[in-house]
């Protein structure tokens, strides 16, 4: 299990913050100390550029970034010559749609869901339009949860790419992704998996799940900001093309303006990749094994449970996810604006998101597009739940009034 007040010892952000409540790791994680020395012995003690250098630093640094790659790779279950480092999820997801563009023609489907997140709806959005491509959506419970049934009900032979999150950010549903893809393989139809809100919480194997494309976020991991992940069945790798031309990724060019690509997954990481950040990211996978993704993931659990009891014994707040078990807690205070009652929590030194989480169509489901989430992570505490539940009580219209004049 979890040693949570050791575990706070590792993150500078909560010993230089003690009163403050961060509820809003959905949207980035703290980084512990480990991270943050990799990233900053890169600046003080062995900068240099990777693959170019032939002197003892730029080896380092080549070793280090490589076995970044390997961390990666294990974190999730994969081989190292199937993690592509990206800027973040959403490059992962834009790298994946012009990789797949090839693989499609017009009159086929994109089968996506409601829930998702913009990075993971508007490239295929674009795609779409450009290849004249169908988007069809695959249906969801009041919150939005797939099931198997719903989705084999929207597969049909033409759906060529299935996209969708393992969980989603806003109301924290966990998809039934083994089941899908299993589903979606079965017409020949490609699957792209939103890792964000998963990779971070819960031990995550992608050859388990099956999918074809699998992408997260280092910054939400513990990790740097500016490194994203994206997991690809090496076949698929190899057919598909990078987003990006330029230095490392080439083998070799001519005048006649011929080039030769190398494997995957160096192919995608043309030009100076963020190799602090990559290293960072590395450091950070191999801390979440450390502390053990299942204990993590149990842990997370066990507090969510206990929060949305607390939560949910208030009649001034109504709740959207009360039945998931899951990932954040997405709520309102009973006739207040999402940002009014956010303010009030922020005057009270507690951190959330409000607004539409990036999931603006979403609100077809759930019947609002303005929430508050709360989301936790592993360096959260019952007491912070106490006291979050504490200033829940005092969102009135007149308090959050009050907090602005
Ligand atoms: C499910 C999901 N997908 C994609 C993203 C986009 O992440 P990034 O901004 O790191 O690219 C997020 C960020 O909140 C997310 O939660």
């Known amino acids: 299990m979890i040693d949570v007040s050791r575990i706070r010892n590792d993150f500078p952000m909560i010993r230089n913050n003690p009163d403050l409540i961060y509820f809003d790791n959905g949207a980035t994680s703290f980084k512990p100390q480990c991270v943050i020395?990799?990233?900053?012995?890169?600046?003080?003690?062995?900068?240099?550029?990777?693959?170019?250098?032939?002197?003892?630093?730029?080896?380092?640094?080549?070793?280090?970034?490589?076995?970044?790659?390997?961390?990666?790779?294990?974190?999730?279950?994969?081989?190292?010559?199937?993690?592509v480092f990206t800027h973040n999820i959403t490059a992962s997801i834009n790298q994946a749609v012009y990789g797949l563009r090839n693989l499609v023609k017009a009159g086929d489907t994109i089968l996506v869901s409601e829930a998702e997140h913009a990075s993971n709806l508007l490239p295929w959005f674009r795609l779409a339009k450009e290849k004249d491509l169908k988007i069809?959506?695959?249906p969801l419970d009041a919150e939005a949860n797939m099931t198997v049934e719903g989705f084999r009900s929207a597969m049909h032979e033409g759906v060529k790419i299935v996209a969708a999150a393992q969980v989603t950010n806003v109301l924290g549903s966990v998809q039934p992704v083994r089941e899908i893809t299993e589903i979606a393989h079965s017409y020949g139809a490609v699957v792209f998996c939103d890792g964000a809100q998963a990779v971070p919480h819960m031990k995550v194997d992608v050859k388990e799940l099956g999918v074809d494309l699998y992408g997260f976020s280092a910054h939400k991991m513990c990790g740097p900001?500016?490194?994203?992940?994206l997991y690809g069945r090496y076949d698929l790798l190899q057919q598909?093309?990078?987003?990006?031309?330029g230095g490392?990724?080439?083998a070799r060019f001519h005048k006649?303006?011929?080039?030769?690509?190398?494997?995957?997954?160096?192919?995608?990481?043309?030009?100076?990749?963020?190799?602090?950040?990559?290293?960072?990211?590395?450091?950070?996978?191999?801390y979440l094994m450390e502390i053990g993704l299942d204990n993590i993931h149990a842990y997370e659990k066990e507090l969510r449970a206990y929060f949305m009891e607390k939560l949910s014994q208030l009649d001034n707040i109504e709740i959207y996810n009360p039945d998931n078990v899951y990932g954040p807690i997405d709520f309102n205070a009973k006739g207040l604006f999402a940002q009014d009652a956010a303010g009030y929590l922020a005057s009270r030194n507690i951190a959330v998101r409000s607004g539409?989480?990036?999931?603006?169509?979403?609100?077809?489901?759930?019947?609002?597009?303005?929430?508050?989430?709360?989301?936790?992570?592993?360096?959260?505490?019952?007491?912070?739940?106490?006291?979050?539940?504490?200033?829940?009580?005092?969102?009135?219209?007149?308090?959050?009034?009050?907090?602005?004049f």
């Open 356 to 404: 539409n989480h990036c999931a603006k169509i979403l609100h077809n489901v759930i019947g609002t597009d303005q929430t508050i989430r709360a989301s936790l992570y592993f360096y959260n505490t019952k007491e912070e739940c106490d006291r979050f539940v504490e200033a829940a009580k005092d969102i009135t219209l007149e308090n959050a009034v009050g907090i602005f």
């Open 225 to 229: 900001s500016g490194v994203g992940v």
């Open 37 to 83: 020395d990799a990233v900053m012995d890169f600046y003080t003690v062995h900068t240099s550029n990777v693959h170019r250098g032939d002197y003892a630093i730029a080896a380092q640094n080549d070793r280090l970034y490589d076995e970044a790659r390997k961390s990666v790779a294990k974190l999730i279950g994969a081989e190292a010559k199937e993690i």
């Open 136 to 138: 069809e959506y695959i």
């Open 256 to 286: 006649d303006t011929t080039v030769l690509l190398k494997e995957a997954p160096v192919k995608f990481e043309a030009g100076t990749p963020n190799i602090e950040g990559i290293i960072g990211t590395g450091r950070a996978a191999e």
């Open 240 to 245: 598909m093309d990078p987003v990006f031309m």
């Open 248 to 250: 490392d990724m080439n």
